[in-house]
């Protein structure tokens, strides 16, 4: 049995399933030729890099370090700009996978235009980014009202299935879900990266340039797990997880937690084999518990 989204729109005859394992948004760039790759590896849909109204440099270096089994990042949302992307746009979806398009705005009226304008390269899904911690964005989803606002604009242009990301750095992420569902998201995506800081003992400062960066990576795995099974039992639309998933048996937590789909980020740069691992391991589980479908897990914790 296939899972499908609500309100499904096909686009350029790509038709989005809620289902399987995705490339996470701002992993192996913003090029068609590195998400090919990707695709070639066995991901069912790619999440472009988060593209804005703008070209956007990003933040000064260091923006990246390593930390206690995960990646902090601060790279400031580098990007060309919405009106640059049309062309890595048309590559990548002439590789006949559903590829989601990730934007961001820093006030309302700015994702509106991305939006409009991301509509118009017809992607499979627009996923909004309502939670970079490292970036002003990062307020938006740590506030249900701003959340409901951001999603409903968007909402109103976007004729495609809208998914709503959002960050374990609020304090009710419940309540920032509910928000997202009510202001019309098809789908919510949880988690985006963990607030987080490296100090270098010698320097005696923090590492990264920006001082606060985003955890990701094994490390943030349990708290992605707690935030996505907290969802499950509130929301009625379906939940994409992401955050530290590195092998099957994340997987299946995640699935167990309540995912429907799965996004990989940090992983996949260990290497792209990770998306085959993935699905081979996650079946044969299936197989040997006795179950016939994915479906018969995704929430099965919650339901004991
Ligand atoms: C270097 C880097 C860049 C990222 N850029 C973005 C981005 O542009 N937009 C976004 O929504 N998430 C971005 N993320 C967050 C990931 O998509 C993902 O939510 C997070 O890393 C947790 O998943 P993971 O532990 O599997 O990497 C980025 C993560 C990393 C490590």
Redo the contacts with the bound molecule.
């Keep these: 049995m296939l899972i499908t989204a609500p309100q499904l729109v096909p686009q350029d005859e790509i038709t989005l399933k809620i289902e399987g394992y995705w490339l ?4 192996l760039g913003v090029t068609g030729s590195s998400m090919r790759r990707v695709i070639n590896a066995g991901a069912d849909a790619v ?1 472009t ?2 593209i804005g109204p703008r070209p956007r440099k990003g933040n000064p270096g260091p923006i ?1 370090t390593a930390s206690h089994g995960g ?1 902090l ?1 601060a ?1 400031g ?1 580098t ?1 060309p700009g919405i009106d640059q992307f049309s062309e890595e746009m048309e590559l990548m979806k002439s590789s006949g996978i559903p590829v989601v398009l ?1 934007i961001f705005g820093s006030t309302i009226d700015e994702l509106v235009d991305v939006a409009r304008k991301g509509v118009s390269m017809a992607p499979a899904a627009i ?1 909004l ?1 309502l ?2 911690p490292h970036a002003e964005i990062g307020q938006i989803s740590l506030d249900p009202c701003l959340t409901y606002d951001f999603v409903h604009a968007a909402r109103e242009v976007a004729d495609c299935p809208l998914l709503a ?1 959002i960050t374990p750095n609020a304090s009710d992420i419940v309540a920032i879900g509910q928000a997202a569902e009510r202001a019309g998201a098809d789908a919510v995506v949880a ?3 963990v607030r987080a800081m490296k100090i270098d003992i010698y320097q005696r400062r923090p590492v990264l340039a920006n001082k606060v960066g ?1 955890l ?2 094994p490390s ?1 795995f349990p708290i992605a797990v707690r935030c996505i099974y907290d969802l499950y039992s509130a929301l009625s639309i379906p939940i994409i997880g ?4 590195s092998s099957w048996e994340d997987a299946i937590e995640m699935h167990m937690a309540g995912a429907r789909a799965i ?5 996949v740069l260990q290497g792209i084999g990770i998306f085959r691992q993935i699905k081979e391991g996650v079946q044969v589980y299936l197989k040997e518990q006795g179950f016939t479908d994915i479906s018969e897990i995704v929430g099965i914790a919650g339901r004991t």
């Design positions: 996470a948004s701002g992993i999440v890099k988060s990246l990646l990042n790279v949302l990007n990730s996923e980014n939670s970079c990301k988690i985006n990266t985003g990701s990576g943030i992401v955050g530290g998933v996004e990989v980020g940090t992983a």
